[in-house]
């Protein structure tokens, strides 16, 4: 396992990425302030996202948070122009890991709140357990949310849920989560949400990658109207002439576990 060097500051420390095989993890490490996110942390985060994009043997990204809570969304205390620029970065961080080439599992043991509401929509998956909660109090605190964050609330919860969230700051608890299907899996209590993301992380990283890869690419092209039927036929024709779909064909005659190269 590798991982990256982090400077600690008296209200924790900088995002960490590190490296397992197939696997790379993301841990939000304030968890004495939720683990809110400081300007610092965005650039550190979207610096990540393009290094796990840059290594083709990652399948899968795991997004989580030390503590109680999964994030607080950004620091609301930095005024200024940094602060101005929050919504734009929370954007630009979003749909970049809302686009990131492996699968993204988001752990919710605990809150999301604010921005990191949209982070954790911008993820492929969510894992949770009783204690998760979702509210975005931006209408509380005069903030308008960023056009990102609005559309894929809608795209996710439908307007009416959409409404709930960003007009009326309602929270929601896990089972509200649960009706409106942005939590995935759902783990009998706090204590086993990271063994039940580390599950689902361990099966997602023994499927095809190709295909994987292909079909997440297209799926959220088509739910947001963009699809592009050529590069859609190519991604079909690269996964149709691949040695994984042989190895795949192979091991389901064979009634055994496949072991695919993503080649």
């Not at 005024?79 to 749909?95: K, P, Q, S």
């Not at 960023?146 to 009416?160: A, D, K, M, Q």
């Not at 499927?207 to 079909?215: E, F, K, T």
Request: contains cysteine.
């Amino acid at each position: 396992m590798t991982s990256r060097p982090d400077i600690a500051t008296p209200s924790g420390a900088p995002p960490l990425l590190a490296f397992d095989g197939t696997l790379a993890t993301i841990t939000l490490r304030r968890p004495g302030v939720a683990n809110r996110l400081d300007v610092e942390d965005l650039r550190c985060l979207q610096a990540q996202l393009a290094e796990v994009d840059a290594r083709a043997e990652v399948r899968v990204l795991k997004l989580q948070g030390e503590g109680r809570h999964f994030c607080s969304g950004f620091h609301i205390g930095q005024v200024g122009g940094e602060r101005e620029g929050a919504g734009d970065r929370f954007d630009a961080l979003a749909d970049a890991l809302e686009r990131a080439r492996p699968l993204t599992v988001a752990v919710l043991q605990g809150g999301a709140f604010g921005g990191a509401a949209d982070l954790a929509l911008a993820c492929d998956f969510r894992v949770g357990g009783p204690a998760s909660e979702l509210r975005v109090p931006a209408a509380q605190l005069g903030l308008h949310y960023y056009r990102g964050g609005l559309e894929r609330f809608v795209h996710t919860v439908g307007l009416p849920a959409a409404r709930r969230i960003l007009l009326a700051a309602d929270r929601l608890d896990a089972a509200q989560m649960c009706q409106l299907q942005l939590l995935d899996r759902v783990a009998d209590d706090t204590a086993g949400v990271p063994a039940l993301a580390d599950a689902l992380c361990a099966h997602l990283a023994e499927l095809a990658p190709l295909a994987v890869q292909g079909m997440k690419k297209h799926l959220r092209r088509i739910a947001r109207g963009t699809l592009d039927a050529a590069e859609l036929a190519a991604d079909i024709a690269r996964a149709g002439a691949s040695a994984d779909l042989q190895e795949g064909a192979r091991a389901w005659a064979e009634k055994r576990g496949p072991r695919f190269e993503g080649r």
